[in-house]
């Protein structure tokens, strides 16, 4: 049984920059594809980007695309999301999300999925 664990998140000023981890243990990810998301309070929760672990499709929100990087460690069964010049609105809970697609070569930033992670808190203030 797939269980993901987010990690990273913390208190930034504007422009400042956090990488947020989600570790898969019980499977490997590989033939998954793994989600990022965010909810702010008060507000439905928002697609972030997508990666097909085990290929090379990754995409990305309009909100976040070019301050956002989504990478992958095959090794530590881990999918990494690097965020940088960080905006207030980028405040919310950020989740990691991921399912069994073993033939499916590309992803949607908001497709659906089966296994959820916790959650890691990311405030963006001065």
């Known amino acids: 049984q797939l269980h993901l664990v987010e990690s990273g998140g913390g208190l930034v000023q504007p422009g400042g920059s956090l990488r947020l981890s989600c570790t898969a243990s019980?499977?490997?990810?590989?033939?998954?594809?793994v989600g990022w998301f965010r909810q702010a309070p008060g507000k439905e929760r928002e697609a972030v980007s997508c990666?097909?672990?085990?290929?090379?499709?990754?995409n990305y929100a309009d909100s976040v695309k070019g301050r956002f990087t989504v990478s992958r460690d095959t090794a530590k069964n881990t999918v990494y999301l690097q965020m940088t010049s960080l905006k207030p609105e980028d405040t919310g809970v950020y989740y990691c999300?991921?399912?069994?697609?073993?033939?499916?070569?590309?992803?949607?930033?908001?497709?659906?999925?089966?296994?959820w992670g916790q959650g890691t808190q990311v405030t963006v203030s001065s």
């Open positions: 019980g499977s490997t990810l590989n033939m998954h594809i």
């Open positions: 990666i097909v672990f085990g290929g090379r499709n990754i």
């Open positions: 999300a991921a399912i069994w697609k073993p033939m499916s070569p590309f992803c949607t930033v908001t497709q659906d999925y089966d296994k």
